[in-house]
């Protein structure tokens, strides 16, 4: 009769417990993938791969903190995965953007990407990150590059850094010149008016095609630190700081 109790017990909570880890592994996909075009997506931490490694230099501005995996399967669209992260701003002035890499000994695990997150990263708090890994690499995650609201920079000394310091001066350079002349056309209606297409209108080499020495990133970065300079000195001092701040790049 003991024996009957248990069994009883065990037939009714562990159908309970796989329908309560269904609905929770549901409730997570639609939390965190709700973009997703599939009805019905479950989600679960993965712990099975082992967390990626993190290389935060001492000096960065930025901190990455908390890496875990998580796999999805969509009903109708297959299986997948996410490495979530946080980034965290350590340091004491408002964060505009910022570039970030991972590598790994497999060229599967190698990528970087840009973000500038809305509104900025205010000091001391964090934002979540992530990058699509439907496969396993041994990676590790670093910070290549990062801007402030003011325009101020920090970049990398990593040797495979996506921002270089030539790349960075070279795009800003470029930017600067190309602004500046239309400053002079057409005034600094115009110019504020050009920041959003800008990288249409200043062209340089990005991604495999860039220089090493740029940086993958470099130019690009460069272009967006003009955007950057030219927004808060147009807030500070109108056009005549927006001119001084384009001549100190142009070195005109």
């Known amino acids: 009769m003991k024996y009957r109790r248990w069994l009883l017990l065990a037939l009714v909570t562990f159908p309970v417990g796989i329908l309560a880890a269904a609905a929770w592994s549901a409730h997570l996909g639609r939390q965190r993938w709700s973009r997703r075009t599939s009805p019905l997506i479950f989600a679960w931490r993965n712990f099975r791969w082992r967390r990626p490694k993190i290389e ?14 998580y796999s999805f399967m969509s009903i109708g669209s297959g299986i997948g995965g996410e490495l979530r992260f946080d980034i965290v701003n350590r340091s004491e002035k408002l964060v505009h953007s910022y570039a970030c890499r991972h590598y790994s000994p ?4 190698n990528g970087a990407y840009g973000s500038h997150p809305e509104g900025g990263l205010p000091p001391g708090q964090l934002r979540e990150d992530s990058i699509a ?17 003011d325009g101020a920079t920090w970049l990398s000394n990593a040797p495979e850094a996506t921002v270089k310091p030539k790349g960075l001066s070279v795009g800003a350079k470029a930017a600067a010149t190309y602004l500046l002349k239309v400053l002079e056309q057409d005034g600094l209606q ?9 990288h249409a209108d200043v062209i340089g080499p990005f991604g495999r095609a860039a220089d090493p020495d740029l940086g993958v990133f470099g130019f690009y970065s460069g272009v967006t630190n003009i955007v950057v300079r030219v927004q808060d000195a147009n807030k500070e001092g109108g056009r005549e700081r927006v001119e001084a701040v384009l001549r100190s790049f142009t070195g005109s």
């Not at 001492?58 to 995996?69: C, E, H, K, M, Q």
């Not at 496969?135 to 590059?145: E, G, K, M, S």
């Open 56 to 69: 935060n230099q001492l000096d960065s501005p930025l901190l990455i903190t908390n890496p875990r995996y």
């Open 106 to 109: 497999d060229t599967g695990g």
């Open 133 to 149: 890994t439907h496969f396993y690499h041994d990676r590790t995650l670093t910070i290549d590059f990062t801007q402030f609201a």
């Open 190 to 198: 115009t110019v504020i008016e050009a920041l959003p297409r800008i």
